[in-house]
């Protein structure tokens, strides 16, 4: 049985690369079915998420290469409109390739998505925006098949600002005839990603990064290179870890202004946080501070970081309050961490975190991605031994993570255990 086996110990030092971003890296390869020819991404992390978007692509025809953080992607004229359910139930964000198959072939039968065990994850926006488009969906439990000869550019207002919906509906919209207005657009840095990308194909978008999106239909677009932003989530876990480790940690590769509430909180945690125009440091010498936190859709504290946040308010002084406004089940960390020693009790989408908690190593499971990073983290801070299980969920989202908090001093490995030892 894989697992990753934590000693806690001293604090993190020293310097870290950040991965180009999962979130925007994935969406991007989906967007260049969009256009035949070779299209090459830079800065794409080696992450099981990204090799099944790969297997996805690969099954739609596409010739997929993938070296040293580069990603070549031969697009033929003609390109599959069916994914395959086994892909599909492995990659939630594999709903990303509707807007630009239906966009190309006019016709798209995609198995329902998976991935990450959180909760309802609806796709009915991505849906309804779709049919504003023209398109006809047919939606069951096993697929979702849609057609439009053409889409028509549509005025959309979307009733909540779903990265993913915003995304689909924008991949729809770029050889759409007419004009498409989203309304109440998402905001994510990912968002402003997949604009430029979309413009250096050929794509007429305007509003990107504002929640007022219009995007003119062009007839074709053409194949493109560019380069992934740096992933903000990957730089806010270090960056939590340096904080509770009290150690001192340089991130090289990511934008400040991509996670600036989230740095704001660790400040305010008492945190040293020093930024740059393509990175920054955190420094966690001194005794934390409790702090609330609200994750929102950007520009808000995103919610791939309430796990890091609720290990910080466990070793910080006071009580803090951490409510969780966009999944439901990013809580169950929570009894995880509760394992380990953590005092924090839920109250309705509250979780309320009395701190400084002396954790003490024991068997905790990853039960989503971020939440097996953070219980990776709090492994490093507890006592003694921690086993942390079900490792897949961190490798799909984290570069040999181990490896890196090794490199930094921490005590993290991947090991094969004897489950009745676990
Ligand atoms: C993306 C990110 C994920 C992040 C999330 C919010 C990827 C691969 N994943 O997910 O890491 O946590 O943004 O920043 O980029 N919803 C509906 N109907 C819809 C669409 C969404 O009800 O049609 C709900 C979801 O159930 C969820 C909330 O809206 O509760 C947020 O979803 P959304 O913003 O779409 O997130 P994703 O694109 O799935």
Known sequence: MDVFLVSGGGPLTGSVRVNGAKNSALK????????????????????????VMGQVLQHLGVGVHHR?????????EQVGDSTPADLASKLRASIVVLGPLLARCGHVRIATPGGCNLGSRAID????????????IDYGAEHVEARARRLVGADIELPYASVGATENLLMAAVTASGTTRLGNAAREPEIVDLVAFLQSMGADIRGGGTSEIEVRGVRELRPTRHVVIGDRIEAGTFAVAAAVTGGMIDLHGVRPEHLRLALSKLQAAGAEVTERDDGLTVH????????DVVTLPFPGVPTDLLSAFLLLSSQARGTSMLTENVYESRFSVIDEMVRLGADIHLEGHHAIVRGPARLAGAVVRATDLRAGAALVIAGLVAEGETVVTDPYHVDRGYTDFAARLSALGGDVRRADVVPSLV
Do not use: C, Y
């Open 28 to 51: 991007l390869a989906a967007a260049a079915l969009l256009a035949p020819g070779r299209t090459v991404v830079d800065n794409v992390p080696d992450i099981a998420d990204i090799r």
């Open 68 to 76: 040293s953080g580069v990603l070549t992607l031969d697009v033929p």
């Open 125 to 136: 926006l991505h849906l309804s925006g779709l049919a504003r488009m023209g398109a006809q």
């Open 284 to 291: 966690g010498g001194g005794e934390l501070k409790a702090v």
